[in-house]
């Protein structure tokens, strides 16, 4: 089988579909326009579908007709949602201002990711006589901060199949950073687990001019955003590195007026385990020590959101292989370091062995192009064919493998 060239043949289909699911973002968990536009478009292909209870998710079991109820067992990913962002890209397929949809955008690219996943349903369920094994296709709302993987884990989608997924894969596409076409991915730490730190540091207000007799919260709370920088170098190995970015802070209402407590939050990834873990107890601990040093209370809370994504040593190579042969040797080149964003097919990731791969999509020259999340954001949807035929190979690759 010629997947990539079965591939090209569906380009016109996942393209002008890639372009639908543009026109009709949605956010968070909910996603039913989303959801019911691809039940349209997968339900013709003999599947056994199910939609989640709690979120509008998908999942579809495709069948392998070699040892039926036995083989080997994958899992393709792709994620549903959008983002609360106006787009200003001027494509003509941008949501319409005054519909529903307006207020949202695919500013991610997961609209290229379901039509590439739709894309490689398609290819597998014209070979599915010669799998040696089944296929899960997994379609997640609630990538951005909602956490939508662990739903599905909840809901039983590593055991779809009947019985337990052997490797899962996924992709994203990216309107910056990587020439388009072009397939990266390293072996280990690829992207950061992710933590919000909340503060809340509690004094008494008073009149400005008079501090002695009240509790000023603010030098405090100052005090600790600039700690936890120093927190980091003092404490964190420079070759594992934290960041620590607060990028909320909240206090007072007039100059001469000392207030009763300052507010703030801050974002907190990292790249291993230990320091996910060092960083969660430290951080809290220094701002509730600055705080009892001058005599406050202080409210500080650390909140875990997506654990560090991990690529399968083996798998990684098996999918970087893949993707040469498929594509091209110079169209894979191995990423130097991770990224610091965060990403919940993490969670997939933490409990089976796959790969997770980044595929560049700028449509503008790259010098040029917006970043994910943009409002300008502009993906190049040529390159959801090829995305539909490394997914397939992948899988089909993967079920031969045993
Ligand atoms: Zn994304």
Do not use: W
Not at 64 to 92: F, Q, Y
Not at 191 to 220: E, F, N, Q, T, W
Not at 339 to 360: C, H, K, Q
């Amino acid at each position: 089988m010629d997947l990539l060239a079965e591939s090209t043949e569906l380009a016109n289909d996942l393209i002008a579909l890639r372009r639908k699911l543009h026109a009709i973002p949605e956010v968070g968990l909910q996603l039913p326009v989303t959801q019911q536009a691809l039940l349209a478009e997968i339900e013709s292909l003999g599947l056994e579908i199910t939609t989640g209870t709690a979120v509008s998710s998908i999942t579809a079991v495709l069948r392998g007709g070699k040892n039926p109820g036995d083989g080997p067992v994958v899992l393709l990913r792709g994620d549903m949602d959008a983002l609360p962002v106006v787009e200003k890209t001027g494509e003509p397929f941008a949501p319409a201002r005054d519909s529903a949809h307006g207020d949202a955008m695919h500013a991610c690219g997961h609209d290229l990711h379901m039509s590439g996943l739709v894309g490689a349903a398609r290819l597998l369920t014209a070979h599915r006589d010669e799998l040696p094994g089944d296929v899960v296709f997994m379609f997640q709302p609630g990538e951005e901060g909602f956490d939508g993987a662990s739903y599905m884990l909840d809901e039983g989608i590593l055991d779809a199949a009947g019985r337990r997924v052997d490797a899962a894969y996924g992709l994203h596409v990216f309107s910056g950073y990587f020439a388009k076409g072009q397939v990266t991915a390293r072996p280990g730490p690829l992207m950061a687990a992710s933590g919000g730190l909340h503060v809340r540091v509690i004094g008494a207000g008073g009149h400005g001019s008079a501090p002695h007799s009240s509790k000023d919260p603010i030098p405090a709370a100052a005090e600790m955003v600039g700690a936890l920088q120093t927190l980091v170098t003092r404490t964190i190995n420079v070759f594992d590195p934290v960041v620590i970015t607060v990028g909320s802070f909240h206090a007072g209402t007039k100059r001469n007026i000392i207030p009763d407590e300052a507010v703030f939050e801050a974002t907190v990834r990292s790249f291993s385990k230990s320091n996910a873990e060092q960083i969660a107890t430290d951080a809290v601990r220094l701002c509730e020590s600055i705080g009892a040093a001058y005599g406050l209370t202080v409210e500080a809370t650390f909140e875990g959101e997506y654990p560090l994504t991990v690529n399968n040593d083996a798998e990684y190579e098996f999918a970087a292989t893949t993707a040469r042969e498929l594509l091209g040797a110079d169209r894979f080149a191995e990423l130097a370091d991770p990224l610091t964003g965060s990403e919940d097919f993490s969670r997939v990731l933490d409990e089976v062995p796959g790969a997770y791969l980044f595929v560049g999509a700028p449509k503008l020259d790259l010098a040029v192009s917006a970043t994910n999340h943009s409002p300008l954001a502009a993906f190049d949807d040529s390159v959801i064919p090829d995305c539909a035929a490394l997914l397939a190979e992948l899988a089909v690759r993967r079920l031969n493998r045993g």
